[in-house]
């Protein structure tokens, strides 16, 4: 059995005038960390407020545990951790008091399950008498996933947790989360940065309501089939621009001090090309794609 | 880019009670750069920016914006500056160009300009069609392309933009970064926060704040070079990751 079922479904707001989800399936199994990537509005809050038996599909089913989301949904909440992207503990509590509350509404108490919040509690235990409302945005994110974990769910759904979090503190949340697969934890997390799918077992990359691809990383970025190419010069801008006007360019993008290009011929047209528009300090060299290359190549509508 | 500098900050400080929130900091940003303002969640970032745009008063250090200083000149530096951010940008129950029309009128640009400036506009962002929509109804990305172009439309010298593209898709993120350059091209000083480390690389320079202190300025490809790194992140995290204060 899977731990997460999602088959067919259908999700729309405002009397169906607004899609949230067409037609969306994706299984999850026991122990897995499963990655939800897509931008902002592509649905991926709509799903963990349905496994999370907050909504009610439109059409479709959907189980959690072996759970309907529907008809089980009081079964579902106790036995799974939720996440939201949206900071919704309580301002007005501490620190201290906001994971006590939450451990006493689960019967359980923090001395129980302190090895599984440990790592991350101890970072935050400095400031435990600090009001949640008054700490910041990194902080805010390593709160609410100490709530979220402190009755030892068997499931946890983290919606977009790094949003909002610097690189370092982002590499120290997906390592916590590798340690909590091993406790044989089942993970949902969504991130709206590509460059985290790689911490996951398999993604699911989703926009628009749609899912695009579903696999591990390396097969995603396997699947990728054209020749990509990394191009830098002096002046970036004129560059991209350049790139665009070339005939034979599928399509080209800034991507970090490279510019991406999928070029149809061979590339020493496009570099003489290049030199005729005056720019200068031409590099050329072969890439591999990452996920976000791919994602952009299943979302881009010429 | 030429040598005109229209941020300084010298020794610029700012203490809430025994806490040193920007300690000490200096630098120079000239017209058309594009100066990226990286540091982890609490080294000092938002504090820093609030002082450059005239909303927060320094403890002591000196500052100019656009030539005007941090001190006395609060309102000088507001009208010669646009601002937006992931958080604020436009007013949602508005059309896109009752929003064009409201920061036009906000920051004095005559009706006549509004009017013809509202239409290149458009025609630039290719929301034409869309012109009466309420901004509430625009995907993400959209919204901050406009709130970007709505924050340059009273052609500041200087244009703030904090984390601009959080939770942008790939592809509309390259966008705005497209308009970022044009506006840079434009001579508009570009001084940008963000948690992409690929933006980072699209800059001309960055800062890098690490509790309250810049602990790197450079380009950078000298980023990279001086700590051995393939990319920014991994610059960002040798120079982060000894941080006292991770909030």
């Known amino acids: ?302 | 880019m030429n040598n005109n500098i229209v941020i300084h900050a010298h020794d610029l400080t700012k203490k809430f009670g025994n806490f040193t929130a920007v300690d000490h900091i200096s630098f120079e940003v000239g017209t058309g750069e594009i100066f990226g303002f990286l540091g982890a969640n609490g080294a000092g970032k938002t504090t820093a920016m609030r002082m450059l745009c005239g909303l927060s008063h320094p403890t002591s250090g000196e500052a100019s914006v656009a030539g005007y200083n941090v001190y006395k000149q609060q309102e000088q530096i507001k009208k010669n500056i646009g601002y937006m951010s992931q958080k604020f940008s436009l007013y949602e129950d508005l059309t896109i160009v009752e929003n064009i029309q409201f920061y036009g009128g906000i920051y004095g640009v005559k009706p006549k300009e509004i009017k013809e400036r509202t239409q290149i506009l458009l025609k630039k962002l290719n929301i034409e069609n869309q012109a009466k929509s309420l901004v509430g109804s625009l995907p993400l990305g959209w919204k901050q392309k406009l709130a970007f172009s709505v924050a340059i439309f009273h052609e500041p010298k200087i244009v703030f933009l904090d984390e601009p593209t959080s939770g942008v898709d790939p592809i509309t993120r390259r966008q705005f970064w497209e308009l970022i350059y044009e506006a840079g091209n434009q001579g508009i000083t570009v001084f940008v926060t963000t948690h992409y480390m690929d933006e980072a690389e699209y800059c001309n320079r960055i800062s890098l704040m690490v509790d309250g202190k810049i602990a790197a300025m450079d380009t950078p490809a000298n980023l990279k070079q001086q700590h051995s790194a393939d990319n920014m992140g991994d610059v960002f995290y040798a120079l982060a990751r000894g941080a006292k204060r991770s909030e």
């Open chain 1, 1 to 302: 059995m899977n731990t997460i079922e999602v088959k067919d479904i259908n999700k729309s707001y405002e009397k169906g005038k607004v899609t949230a989800l067409k037609n969306v399936s994706f299984n999850v199994g026991k122990g897995e960390l499963f990655g939800l990537i897509g931008p902002d509005g592509a649905g991926k809050t709509t799903i963990f407020r349905l496994l999370t038996t907050l909504l009610i599909p439109d059409s479709g089913e959907a189980k959690v545990l072996g759970y309907d989301i529907v008809k089980d949904y009081k079964q579902i909440r106790n036995l799974v951790g939720y996440m939201p992207g949206k900071f919704s503990l309580y301002a007005d509590l501490t620190i201290e008091e906001n994971l006590n509350f939450f451990a006493t509404l689960f019967g359980t108490t923090i001395e129980e399950n302190y090895h599984l919040i440990k790592d991350i509690y101890e970072q935050i235990a400095p400031f435990k008498k600090r009001r949640a409302g008054k700490l910041s945005g990194g902080m805010k994110q390593k709160l609410a996933l100490c709530c979220a974990l402190i009755h030892k769910p068997e499931v946890l759904f983290l919606d977009e947790p790094t949003t909002g979090i610097d690189p370092v503190s982002r590499v120290e949340l997906w390592d916590m989360l590798q340690k909590l697969k091993t406790e044989g934890i089942t993970i949902l997390a969504s991130t709206p940065y590509m460059d985290e799918a790689v911490r996951c077992d398999r993604v699911a990359l989703i926009q628009e309501g749609e899912i695009l691809n579903i696999d591990t990383p390396d097969n995603i970025t396997g699947q990728f089939n054209k020749k990509l190419y990394a191009i830098k010069a002096g002046n970036m801008y004129a560059l991209l621009k350049a790139l665009k006007q070339y005939p034979e360019t599928d399509n080209s993008y800034a991507f970090g001090e490279y510019a991406h290009v999928i070029v149809n011929g061979d590339v020493e047209n496009l570099k003489s090309f290049l030199e005729k528009q005056g720019i200068s300090g031409i590099e050329v060299r072969n890439t591999l794609p990452t996920i976000e290359d791919t994602f952009i190549a299943e979302s881009y509508k010429p």
